[in-house]
């Protein structure tokens, strides 16, 4: 039954008063006998009576205070060493707290749901004052229930900061949950962990050989199961390495010339005049000049590594990440940035109308810009001013509908050279089946690779385990360094790769899990401790 007290059964209202912020509640304990905490043992001799004053939750959005009186006893066990005791009343109040129990339940609701300072900012609206660090208290209090161990658990590494410190996630993948956050990924904490939790018998991890060292020692007798996922993406790397190596051999292409191409920029640029677009002139000193910056780090790159020093010291002196130096010395030349492809922009649907106007003779652009708003345009006048310049310049053909710029010859990329032996025959388009033949042409490397590509696809997709050894045989002796070195990487891990063609488990509900942990991380803005950050993610599990 539906009552304004914390625990009806025991508590008697006596007298409520009101203000204009608080409402005071008289109430008094209806005991008369209380057990001692030490001792244990019951007794009814009352020695006097004291007031606890205790906040609890809000009417009508007005604050709520307890007056509750309680009681003292004596305790009647002679060797006890507690001669007098206050009665402990755990449904209203635990023992020394200034609030009840259902107003804690609230304010750990609150901060499991949006955090320490969010949850206070709330708090404060709903009339139940708390500051930031008492809900994290409340937080960090909470007892998490007790979780069976696993039978098949997947492990993978979060980022408490990218690149620079790595916490390790645990799932278990049948009840599709998360059982636990270790503070690093080195193996002995995870073979700690397995060692205090008996009973693992699959195990899907990633290709990290710390996970591999930490389950052999902590879980032998479990099954480690690669990810396949990552095994098409080891292969996916290794291929971008071949075409980072062959670079200056690999094809041109016929593409579409971008929006920020050279040529049309400086196209844009002679028709534009002091217009909105000269921006762009300024903008490509500013790409000219951080590009001198680029090469100017690249060469000191190179120099230092050419002195002997090793690639993380390099990277710290000349200024970048080790993952940067690593990639330019392995792209075997100056990394030239990409260019920006035009993307879908609001004047697309109203193509065929600026050209109809354009044919008309309509040639102020301010006009055409008004004439799109009445019919829904929702975007920028610059966006149409670019666009007619282009339909001026003749970059954009007649008959309106989608663009079609010129076209343009550029040389394939490294990832879109590995993407074309990535796919199947049956999902390449003409213009990339084109691509593809005038891969092979132009480098051998692209020829022996394809067929490779496409055995350990079929290999993973199919579960063909039987064929495993046969197609790390041949990798082996492609002639290809970074096909030779993934195919060892296999043959190193060759069980748990066996095992991932073999049994259904995989790390993907994984990285799903990690998704959802990064969310959690990101309410707290970062900032949040491991501990604090575990009762979370475990919490909401």
Known sequence: MPTILPDPAHLQLECLSADSDVITMMVASTATSACCPLCSQSSDRIHSRYIRTLADLPWNGVAVRLQLTVHRFFCATAGCRRRIFAERMPAIAAPYARRTVRLTEVLRLIGFAVGGEAGARLLAGLAMT????????????????????????????????????????????????????????????????????????????????AYADGVAQG?????????????????????????????????????????????????????????????????RHGQQACRAQRKERYDQLMAL??????????????????????????????????????????????????????????????????????????????????????????????????????????????????????????MLTTHEREQLAALKEACSDAQTAHPLTQQFLSLVRERKHEDLDQWICLALGSGLPELERFAAGLRRDEAAVQAALRIEHSNGQTEGQVNRLKLVKRQMYGRGNFDLLRQRVLHTA
């Open 130 to 209: 708390a500051s930031p660090d008492t809900v994290l208290r409340v937080i960090r209090s909470a007892l998490l229930p007790p979780r069976a161990t696993p039978r098949v658990l997947g492990i993978d590494d979060f980022a408490f900061r990218r690149g620079r410190r790595y916490g390790t996630i645990l799932v278990d993948l049948e009840r599709h949950c998360r059982v636990d956050l270790l503070p690093d990924r080195r193996a002995e904490t995870v073979a700690s962990w397995l060692r205090e939790h008996p009973g693992v018998e699959i195990v899907a991890r990633d290709r990290a050989e």
């Open 219 to 283: 879980a032998p007798r479990a099954v480690q199961v690669a990810d396949r996922f990552h095994l098409v993406k080891n292969l996916t790397n290794a291929l971008q390495d071949v075409f980072n190596r062959q670079k200056r051999h690999l094809p041109t292409i016929e593409t579409d010339l971008a929006a920020g191409d050279e040529l049309e920029t400086e196209r844009l640029d002679a028709l534009a005049g002091a217009s909105p677009l000269a921006g762009s002139r300024a903008q």
């Open 305 to 426: 590594r050419d002195r002997g020093v090793s690639i993380q010291e390099a990277a710290a002196q000349v200024g970048i990440g080790k993952r940067t130096a690593n990639r330019w010395i392995a792209a075997g030349g100056f990394p030239e940035r990409k260019i920006r492809r035009r993307s879908a922009s609001a004047i697309d649907a109203f193509e065929e109308y600026i050209q109809q106007r354009w044919d008309e003779g309509c040639r102020n652009r301010t006009q055409l810009w008004r004439e799109l708003c009445d019919q829904g345009y929702r975007g920028s006048y610059p966006s149409v001013y670019q666009y007619v310049v282009r339909l001026q310049a003749g970059l954009l053909t007649a008959g309106g509908g989608a663009h079609a710029p010129p076209r343009a010859r550029r040389r394939l990329s490294p990832r879109q050279a590995a993407w074309l032996l990535l796919r199947g025959e049956d």
